[in-house]
């Protein structure tokens, strides 16, 4: 018997390697197993009850009946079954919330949050800042770390905030991260602005490169007086630019990290035009005797930014959403459905909402306005999604449906051949770990191309935790992909037999593989390289921007690491998620940018002005190991 099963299991893994398509990818994994049922593995089962609340559209959903030897509990707001009321429990570490172990985060269970989990992991000032922007209740270590200083920044933090609601800021008030100490003398990369799209100049940045001359503020002129200067661009991270004032030539002493798109920055000719002075730097100023001569030579042949480059700046940061617009969006405490919100917040294109019902305004939630997360009134209905029906009877003056074409188009699917089914499996991003990439099930095929997904094993009983993928969202996969691509895939919680293999689980569970040719397989050339910094969400606390790095790319997938955090909170992100930002953006838009998390980025910033002011020594290079440190 093991012989014949070595066999079919070589003859299977053969066929496997032959189906292989460009995409590195295994196709028709359900065809050559006639062993396989199209019957899902508890297709029926794991469906989502009516709930009282909730509006089911789109088709019945069966109800669980669970045996009289199962065990209903309630945790977070989900179900889940166990065959008893204890095995199954745990108690978070951090905060002491008792619930059950299969709904903690991360591999240990020792947390019920990644909030918990990070403020245990880190003993640093930082991380107790992020725990109270989290929304956090303070607990006994929050209690001991927390200074007088701490408090400052927070209050500040808060002023920043409200002030912002009325719309744009014009620069920020506040910056507790200094990207240029950060970045050092360019040895670091940034992604550049051209990889986002969807970021203020991200359709107009193409022309920006090395070498361009601009007019600066002069802060070595020794005059009372504001004066400017010209300086070349000597590197690029992002919306910063590494600077050097003419006349420095091959000095990099006195080189310095800007915004190019604050108000300060000029096309070359701005000065002449407006009447202001162009000093030379009091360091070099014995250098040349005719600085009008040196400047007609060097810069001739040169580029400068467009004259319009300002103007272009202003209207690229005026953003469509207002104030008290109505949308969907998706119900943070029960994935599987969405609810009313209303536009609170704008900035940068970001979108805080405040689920209506909400008197308070702190039942809120943070996305990017071109989320897939969000959309217009009405959308839930149109494609049979379950949707929690609100109290409000009518619209309050002020408030207004945001009109559809406002919100992100998905790509039209034909549905008409061979298409996803109920009970299909597949791979997918698991949404409330990011950091895995977990066997899946289709739970639910709705209009328009979209899909209800389940991560197996770790489903509510009422399937409260479904989430909604449309059939070419990035964050889906077929079958194998993760083997072929070298990616550590998250079997189903409790499955023995390891390593997992998919020729097996399809035949114990009686399920078919989702087809190969059904899944988005379109790479668009995105720029990005492993090593780049980057500013990213948390998409486990979306209200949070933060220091990151793009550690690993696999087609289109970006692995996405917060600096000063352990491996275990990298996220797999889309290349073009509207989630990730250039270096700058922050500071441009006026959001708070989080940094990176523990004790070791204050020496790393150390370490970075130190290599500033030690520049005459004409280093040339980083080794990998403190690369991998910033």
Same mark, same amino acid.
């Given at each position: 018997l093991r012989y014949f099963r070595s066999l079919t299991e070589t003859h299977v893994e053969r066929q496997s390697r032959k189906r292989r398509d460009s995409f590195g990818m295994l196709d028709g994994l359900d065809e050559d197993r006639s062993s396989c049922s199209t019957e899902s593995s508890g297709g029926s089962g794991a469906s989502s009850p009516e709930d009282s609340e909730d509006e089911e559209l789109g088709g019945g959903v069966t109800q669980l009946n669970p045996s009289s030897s199962l065990t209903l509990i309630k945790t977070n707001g989900q179900v889940y079954t166990y065959p008893d009321?204890?095995?199954?429990?745990?108690?978070?570490e951090m905060c002491g919330m008792v619930g059950v172990r299969d709904a903690f985060y991360s591999k240990t269970k020792r947390f019920c949050s990644v909030s918990c989990s990070r403020s245990y992991s880190s003993n640093s000032k930082k991380a107790s800042i992020l725990a109270r922007l989290q929304g956090k209740p303070p607990t006994k270590k929050a209690k001991v770390l927390q200074k007088q200083p701490l408090m400052t920044k927070l209050a500040a933090y808060a002023q920043q905030q409200a002030n912002q609601q009325g719309g744009v800021k014009k620069s920020v008030s506040m910056e507790l991260f200094d990207w240029g100490r950060y970045l050092g003398d360019g040895d670091v990369m940034g992604a550049p602005v051209s990889c986002f799209q969807h970021v203020p100049m991200g359709n107009s940045w193409g022309g920006i490169s090395e070498g361009i001359r601009v007019e600066v503020p002069n802060t070595d002129s020794g005059l009372p007086m504001k004066v400017y200067w010209i300086a070349g661009i000597i590197k690029l991270a992002g919306f910063k630019a590494l600077l050097r004032y003419e006349g420095f030539d091959c000095d990099s002493t006195r080189d310095f990290w800007l915004n190019l798109c604050v108000p300060d920055i000029h096309p070359v000719g701005w000065c002449a035009a407006g009447g202001k002075p162009l000093v030379p730097p009091q360091s070099i100023l014995h250098r040349f005797s005719n600085w009008k001569t040196f400047l007609i030579k060097r810069l001739t042949g040169s580029k400068t930014l467009p004259p319009d480059f300002a103007s272009k700046?202003?209207?690229?940061?005026?953003?469509?959403?207002?104030?008290?617009?109505?949308?969907?969006?998706?119900?943070?405490?029960?994935?599987?459905?969405?609810?009313?919100?209303?536009?609170?917040?704008?900035?940068?294109?970001?979108?805080?909402?405040?689920?209506?019902?909400?008197d308070d305004g702190t039942d809120d939630f943070w996305c990017h306005m071109y989320s897939p997360l969000i959309h217009s009134i009405g959308w839930s209905r149109s494609i049979g999604h379950r949707f929690k029906r609100s109290d409000v009877s009518k619209k309050l003056d002020g408030q207004m449906d945001a009109p559809g074409q406002l919100f992100a188009k998905v790509k039209e699917v034909d549905q008409s051949g061979r298409w996803f089914e109920d009970g299909m499996k597949l791979e997918a991003i698991d949404p409330l770990n990011l950091s895995a990439i977990c066997v899946a099930t289709v739970r639910k095929?709705?209009?328009?191309?979209? !899909?209800? %997904?389940?991560? *197996? +094993?770790? @489903?509510a009983a009422d399937g409260s935790d479904w989430f909604c993928y449309h059939s070419t969202s990035p964050s889906i996969f077929p079958a194998g992909f993760c083997e072929i691509n070298n990616i550590e895939l998250t079997p189903p919680r409790g499955y023995s037999s390891l390593p997992f293999r998919w020729f097996e689980y399809l035949k114990e569970s009686k399920s078919v593989a989702a087809p190969v040719n059904l899944f988005n397989r379109d790479v668009p050339n995105h720029g990005f390289r492993p090593g780049m910094k980057l500013e990213a969400v948390d998409l486990m606390e979306p209200r949070l921007v933060c220091?990151?790095?793009?550690?690993?790319?696999?087609?289109?997938? !970006?692995? %996405?690491?917060? *600096? +000063?955090? @352990?491996?275990?909170?990298?996220?797999?992100?889309?290349?073009?998620?509207?989630d990730l930002y250039p270096v700058g953006w922050c500071q441009l838009t006026g959001y708070q940018l989080q940094p990176p998390a523990v004790n070791a980025g204050s020496r790393d910033l150390q370490s970075a002005a130190s290599r500033q002011r030690k520049k005459s020594q004409q280093y040339k290079g980083q080794k990998k190991s403190e690369a991998a440190s910033l």
């Open positions: 009321g204890k095995a199954g429990m745990a108690t978070c700046v202003q209207e690229s940061m005026q953003f469509p959403f207002k104030k008290q617009m109505r949308v969907e969006v998706v119900d943070k405490t029960h994935l599987c459905r969405t609810r009313v919100a209303l536009v609170e917040q704008v900035i940068g294109g970001r979108l805080r909402l405040v689920y209506e019902e909400c095929v709705l209009a328009d191309g979209y !899909l209800m %997904i389940g991560i *197996d +094993g770790s @489903e220091v990151a790095t793009v550690t690993r790319i696999v087609h289109r997938l !970006l692995r %996405i690491h917060f *600096d +000063g955090w @352990e491996d275990e909170y990298d996220q797999w992100v889309d290349c073009e998620s509207p």
